[in-house]
């Protein structure tokens, strides 16, 4: 039924109207579960010129439509580089070019500057099947007949992952801790079910953080106010330096979400007289938060984790979300109730012999990601036993 589906590719979202984008990416008309995928969010990227020329992300978003309605929507991008997808391929492609390939441009499926499980393959209900199908033959037609190497679907769900390998797609898997909310009734519910030792520890962190001679505050919606972007712009151009070498997002991208997401945004921020010296930027979804952005001007001892995963512990059970999703990397989340969670992502390479060595590559990996992911959550703060010492 693929060939009655038109696919057209469109270099801006602009030429998207909003509502069928959204109606695609967000059926319910509650807050989305994956604001990321959002037309406002995408439409922010562009406009800000976070991505576009010279940016090395070139959108070239996949339109499926049937008896000339949109059925199902995907944020695709042409690639130059590898930066800013946390799904690392930097030594296929190197491998690919030694063998005299040209490796980008490829085609990536994904939300910029973005490691956050969602949907990449956005279809209206009623249409999941057909609609996955419609985009992931479309992604690779594109693909070949423009002779690029590639095509990569990062941080997709287990239903994609499951539709993809049906479709001939290979499967990776990654790694990423995440925090469950286990029903609590407050923080030191959560606390509760730590092992003494690593629940004292976090409240001697939590101290040492809050006793940094200032207030810490959350703020979203209207609370937040432009000159809050001033101070969290300067802290996320010092971890972006010091990361990644130059900030991934422009000063304007975060004037855009002011205006269009500033309800979708938690922002906690550490303040000494009344100035910030700390913050971290999370956006909230219908049962997560997601931490995305973190920088300083002054360090304090445990300031960054009281801010970055305490304070969004707080807030998950203050609002019943079920999960916080704390961004890439971080084994040190470990201690701080943060469990090992596997991603996934999904790809397509064009050579059938160089396919076949990453397909052999992958099954090794993913053995490897289930054996780490297995032996870290046995190392978890939570108590193993009812007979554990549980005194403080």
């Known amino acids: 039924m693929t060939d009655q589906i038109e696919i057209n590719v469109s270099t801006t979202i602009t030429e998207i109207a909003r509502e069928d984008w959204d109606a695609c990416a967000n059926p319910s008309d509650e807050r989305p579960d994956d604001p990321f995928v959002t037309h406002r969010f995408l439409l922010a990227l562009?406009?800000?010129?976070?991505?576009?020329?010279?940016?090395?992300?070139?959108?070239?978003?996949?339109?499926?439509?049937?008896?000339?309605?949109?059925?199902?929507?995907?944020?695709?991008?042409?690639?130059?580089?590898?930066?800013?997808?946390?799904?690392?391929?930097?030594?296929?492609?190197?491998?690919?070019?030694?063998?005299?390939?040209?490796?980008?441009?490829?085609?990536?499926?994904a939300v910029p500057f973005t490691p956050v499980t969602g949907r990449r393959l956005l279809t209206r209900p009623g249409f999941e099947e057909i609609g996955q199908a419609a985009l992931v033959q479309g992604a690779v037609e594109v693909a070949a007949q423009n002779q690029l190497s590639s095509v990569h679907i990062t941080f997709c769900t287990e239903g994609e992952v499951?539709?993809?390998?049906?479709?001939?797609?290979?499967?990776?898997t990654g790694q990423q801790f995440h925090w469950d909310n286990a029903g609590y009734t407050d923080f030191d519910a959560f606390l509760d079910a730590l092992s003494s030792r690593k629940r004292k520890n976090i409240r001697?962190?939590?101290?040492?953080?809050?006793?940094?001679?200032?207030?810490?505050?959350?703020?979203?919606?209207?609370?937040?106010?432009?000159?809050?972007?001033?101070?969290f712009?300067?802290?996320?151009?010092?971890?972006?330096?010091?990361?990644?070498?130059?900030?991934?997002?422009?000063?304007a991208f975060f004037d855009h979400i002011h205006t269009t997401m500033r309800d979708d945004?938690?922002?906690v921020l550490a303040l000494a007289q009344g100035r910030p010296i700390a913050g971290a930027l999370n956006f909230i979804g219908k049962d997560r938060l997601y931490g995305r952005y973190w920088g300083c001007t002054e360090h304090h001892p445990c300031l960054h984790f009281e801010i970055c995963y305490y304070q969004a512990i707080d807030y998950a059970i203050a609002h019943g979300l079920s999960r916080v999703e704390a961004g890439a990397q971080g084994e040190h989340k470990l201690a701080r109730g943060y469990l090992p969670n596997t991603t996934h992502s999904l790809h397509w390479i064009a050579d059938p012999g160089f396919a076949r060595a990453v397909d052999d590559y992958l099954v090794a990996e993913r053995a490897a990601v289930d054996e780490e992911t297995e032996f870290l959550t046995s190392y978890g703060p939570f108590k193993r036993t009812d007979r554990e010492d549980d005194h403080d």
């Not at 439509?65 to 946390?86: C, F, L, M, N, R």
């Not at 499951?162 to 990776?172: I, T, V």
């Not at 953080?209 to 101070?231: K, M, N, S």
């Open 265 to 267: 945004v938690l922002m």
């Open 162 to 172: 499951e539709a993809g390998k049906a479709m001939g797609l290979m499967h990776r």
């Open 46 to 109: 562009e406009r800000s010129g976070s991505v576009g020329p010279g940016t090395g992300w070139f959108p070239r978003y996949l339109i499926a439509k049937a008896a000339g309605d949109v059925i199902a929507v995907a944020p695709i991008y042409a690639k130059t580089h590898s930066q800013g997808e946390y799904v690392f391929d930097h030594a296929w492609a190197q491998a690919y070019e030694r063998a005299g390939g040209d490796y980008y441009p490829k085609l990536q499926i």
């Open 204 to 231: 001697k962190e939590r101290a040492q953080a809050q006793g940094f001679g200032g207030e810490i505050v959350q703020l979203t919606g209207d609370q937040i106010e432009p000159h809050h972007w001033d101070a």
């Open 233 to 251: 712009w300067t802290f996320y151009q010092d971890t972006g330096a010091r990361k990644w070498g130059s900030p991934y997002l422009t000063r």
